[in-house]
């Protein structure tokens, strides 16, 4: 993603996707993780996508899908 303050897509493959999951993430600086503001569209039980706004600091992200229950 580039590190423009601008909404990006990021869809995340993985297993088991379902209703109610949400994304998280964090940039290696801060450590401490965001949840995202909207709800991931669940595209198929392993694909996902989510509107990320990296801001304007170039650093490395880490997403995780969290589980609602």
Not at 38 to 49: E, F, H, R, V
């Amino acid at each position: 993603m580039a590190a423009d303050n601008a909404p990006h897509t990021l869809t995340i493959s993985g297993n088991n996707f379902s209703s109610g999951n949400y994304v998280q993430w964090h940039g290696s600086a801060s450590g401490a993780w965001v949840t995202t503001n909207n709800a991931p569209l669940i595209g198929s039980s392993t694909s996902l996508s989510v509107s990320i706004n990296p801001g304007t600091v170039n650093d490395t992200l880490y997403f995780r899908v969290c589980n609602s229950s």
